[in-house]
């Protein structure tokens, strides 16, 4: 039986739970943790937390509408315990379990919905970053449809920390059109991490990180596979993966995951043409090995991302006046019918990471946590022929990075400590014409992070000093110059957590930000390829501040309704951005528009809005808001690329489950886009684009074909064939967005070894 000793009960038990006929996630299941008696309800991807649980044996006791209860043993003796349950799947629906007189716990530092595995499976055929603009607040900046760069609150690039299984993702030092390398075929769902929990991943989050989790093991199988196609109409995309995950023994203390996927488009389509060269081919491949010795926990693993993607012919011209045209005509300079040739201009983009991690418990209330990692970027860039080898890239860059972290998690009588040390090293060169100098680059940063609990109170506090020194060499017109530039600051957070009853959350967040300028804003020159522009650093440009707050409020009450609305304000004394100049300019790689990094005060705020709810016979409804302005303080315009306000509607059917089909729903979505109008139109290369509506279609469902479990999805995007252009795509200049785009997908789970 657990023992009651008040200071040993400071263990946290948490995990998922599955269906297990078709392994998905199993949203609002009731756990009750007995003796202790507590009671919570699984979020709607299936995800649980226990939080002041004794050690010792427990029953826990597992009730969902669609599945037969189940009473499991466990014992629990880690200060953090993960455990995934299963329950079976039963034909006929079950009377609700009433609970009474039982306590809920909560999870502060996850605010608002999840991207679950169904999501990611049944949207094969998108993006990643298309698949994150379902979270609260998460919009795209764009290099036409296959350069996409996720956006949250407002802030992008090396202010929105992407972390993929717990590794920083590089390569943002590069600029604003350079993509995200993350492993669609290593993805089972994404969320939002605020609080000063971001402090662990550096300091430059502004307490915002978009996490992208890995697949877990299998839990009541050897080992386990998966199979998934996808077609998408708009550019003929075609794609499939693969993934195998299990153990070597039945002792299950080696297991292993292998993943790999394959894609490649043509040309995408329009309303009214084909985009020329907008093709693109892509590999995802990852391996990890898991390792487990008594508590301790270690993890090797790989990871290689490798894509050639077309750059909009349109969009790289010869001279001013075609230039001038393109941009004022409502066709782009060049079109083309379908094909999947990939000609100049263009990139290939190599990314590797290696990772190893250790998680080691000293005893009940210590552990240890370990990371290193290595990432290896390659991008090169060839512009469109002009009498050069088709071998030779115009650009080439290198960059190698070295992250290496250690934490310290203990837990106190009253509270928990979190206490870490971080440090990166990382190197880049270049090839061809000089757009950012070759650097080095230093950093090391320390953070402590404290949590208590009380009753209905949950307050986090966390502070971190970071020190980067940069080393540059930079080519000048007469000589080359070394720059030796160092950076430090303090960042701190303190939230404040209010959980009124088991279904409302009310949370403050207050805090400084610090964040040194990148290599792109200080020291670029020349042509940004996939942005097709001309962009020119600041070296005078100082690190980053931002002073912020935020009030979120979280209501969930069962499946029947959820509220997630925040509001968040920033203020920036010195705030980066890249403004647009009204010239354009001419050079030997071709005609292109100009930009130029600038710093100014500036104000940032807005809110975000979900609500969802389910309506009598199955129907179901959503309505999503998001609102930003990014003001400069003395001239009071907004601040180049600035999300407009966006508003959209969803109605929609869920089938209620039976033994052969789950999971099947359908939902039509209007989605409204406003003009950003308040931009100041005499530095802007082209006036932003009108207002648009958006009709778009999803529908799903899981069922049995010869005792196989199959997951079927379609999409329709853009049903109506709407012609648009959207401000946050960096193409916006030479053409359309894409029009209606029908995707067809497909996934099959396997079980190789019971």
Known sequence: FPSHDTDSCKLSLDGHIFDRDNKEELPFTIIILLPENLFV??????????????????????????????????????LVQHKDFYLAHAATNLNEIKVEHLKAE????????????????????????????????????????????PILNGLSGSRLQIVQDGIRLESQQWGQDHAPEWVASDVSGMYILRGPQTLTMGPDAFGNILMVEPPSLPVDKQITGQFGLAYASVNQKLAAKTAFSGYFSKKRNIGFHLNASYSKAGNTKTPDYYQKNTG??????????????????????YKSFIQKTGILASSHIGNLTDLNNAIESDTPFETAGFTY?????????????????????????????FQYAYQNNRRDEFDKLRGASTSIAANSFYLQTHQISAEWDREAKIHTHVTGIQSTIQVNDFGGAYFIPKYTYGQIGIFNIEKWTYKKWDLQAGIRYDFRNFLVHQLQANNDTNINAQYHGISGSLAVYYHFTNHLTLSFESGRSWRAPNAVELYSRGLHHGAASIENGNPNLNAETAWFFSIQNVFTQGNRHFLDFQFYYRYYPNFNYLQPLPNLVLTVRGAFPSFEYKQTNAHVYGLNAQYSVQLPLGFFQSLNLQYIRAIQVQSKEEIPFTPPARLSYAIGWKYLSDARIQNASISVKLEYTSTQNRVNYNTEIKAPPKAFTLLSLDAHLQTLIAKQKITFAIQCNNMLNTKYRDYLNRWRYFTDEAGANVQLSVFIPLTIKS
């Open 106 to 149: 909560h999870d502060p530092n996850l605010g608002g919905r999840h991207i679950h595995n169904l999501d990611i499976i049944t949207h094969q055929a998108s993006s990643l970053a298309s698949i994150a603009e379902n979270l609260n607040g998460v919009r795209n900046l764009n290099s036409g449809a296959n350069i996409q760069k």
């Open 41 to 78: 309800t699984s979020d709607e991807h299936g995800a649980y937390s226990f939080h002041k649980v004794c050690p010792g044996k427990h029953s826990i006791v597992l009730s969902h509408a669609n599945c037969k209860p189940d009473t499991l043993a466990i014992q629990i003796d880690q």
């Open 280 to 301: 693109f081919r892509e590999v995802n491949v990852s391996a990890s090995l898991h390792y487990t010795l008594k508590n301790a926990k270690l993890i090797l693993g």
């Open 341 to 369: 040739f990939i000609d100049r201009p263009y990139q290939s983009i190599l990314h590797q990471t290696a990772f190893f991690k250790a998680h080691i418990p000293l005893n009940v209330k210590n552990h240890i946590h």
